[in-house]
């Protein structure tokens, strides 16, 4: 096991060396492209066959999630009608290690002739893809990992890193902020976490469990049971939040033989609950019921003035996958 080990950490050397001698020869036509791109009022469409048109497909879509839209477009779809998503204003990243792949070859005189530029990814400066570029970023491979030096491997890894890099230049200069990636990735974790309100879990309407101060402690067990919630908010007449009740102060109540049927709501209530104001990112709230030095698995949510909006539990933040 351990001489497989080895095997491994050779690869992997072999690729941190060449990703660091292409860094350090760093082809300075990265920064033309970037700016070709920013300047650009049309989109990114990216193109390659094989792995270079696999690792095509990933830069498309870090560029497209992070403010670029980009596309992938494969060389042989294109010869059959696909090139139609081209137009004139676009940039055309075509990526291929020896720059001489028939089929990307064969699209350039098409991307030409709409009127898109044309940015080359090759390892071989006088490639014919290197040749017919408006810009061309020389991306050269000290060795593959492969040990017979045929699989595509460092090359494949040092043109998706390069189109990250590209992807997040253009975030920088486009100012792209976490709401904006909450924008993109509405059903991903992250992009709950930066967009959903805590108004968007709370119970609310008539999910919402609310009594009087003077209600029963039969009334304050039927709204905590009904509600499916584990607590109730205390409110006054105007509906401003006075107080609040958990199924665990009902308990502890119990355990130590204090509780009896002529309790009220207000003789049950904690009159200074932790609150939350409406308007909060859910995910917040969810970091503080958990960070408290005694964490709570229920709480309010008010208005500025002091309303009983809704009620949130620890188990509605979770279901939504924050």
């Known amino acids: 096991m351990g001489n497989t080990l080895d095997k ?4 992997l050397d072999t690729e941190i060396e060449a990703i ?43 560029l497209s999630s992070t403010g670029t839209p980009s596309y992938f477009l494969h060389p042989s779809d294109a010869a059959h009608g696909d090139a139609g998503i081209l137009a004139q204003g676009d940039v055309v990243i075509a990526i291929g290690k020896s720059g001489e792949s028939e089929e990307l070859l064969n699209l350039l005189p098409t991307i030409k ?4 530029k044309l940015v ?20 050269p491979v000290l060795k593959e990992a492969c040990p017979l030096e045929l699989a595509p491997t460092s090359s494949t890894t040092i043109a998706l890193m390069l189109g990250d890099a590209i992807a997040m230049a253009l975030m920088e200069l486009r100012n792209f902020q976490k709401e904006d990636f909450a924008l993109y990735h509405p059903a991903g974790r992250l992009g709950k976490r930066l967009s959903l309100k805590v108004d ?4 609310k309407g008539d999910k919402l469990a609310k009594v009087s101060s003077d209600a029963s402690l039969e009334e304050v067990l039927s709204e905590i049971t009904k509600k499916l919630v584990g607590a109730t908010g205390v409110v006054d007449g105007a509906g401003n939040l006075i107080g609040f009740v958990t199924d665990y102060d009902i308990r502890k109540l119990l ?4 509780l009896d049927k002529s ?33 709570i698995s229920v709480a309010p949510i ?15 933040l979770l279901q939504k996958g924050l």
Do not use: W
């Open 8 to 11: 491994v950490k050779k690869a």
């Open 20 to 62: 660091l001698h292409f860094r350090e020869n760093l082809d300075p036509n990265v920064e033309k492209a970037v700016e070709l791109i920013f300047q650009s009022k049309g989109k990114v469409i990216v193109t390659g066959v094989g792995k270079s048109g696999d690792v095509g497909k990933k830069i498309a879509s870090t």
């Open 113 to 116: 002739s709409i009127g898109a």
């Open 120 to 139: 080359g990814l090759t390892a071989n400066p006088q490639s014919r893809l290197a040749l017919d570029c408006d810009i061309v970023i020389l991306t």
């Open 200 to 203: 968007d879990v709370m119970r």
């Open 255 to 258: 355990n130590d033989g204090k």
């Open 263 to 295: 309790i009220k709501a207000k003789d049950l209530m904690n009159p200074k609950p932790t609150v939350f104001e409406s308007g909060i990112m859910a995910y917040d709230v969810l970091q503080s019921m958990e960070r408290r030095e005694k964490p």
């Open 302 to 316: 008010v208005s500025k003035d002091g309303a009983l909006l809704g009620i949130v539990s620890i188990h509605d």
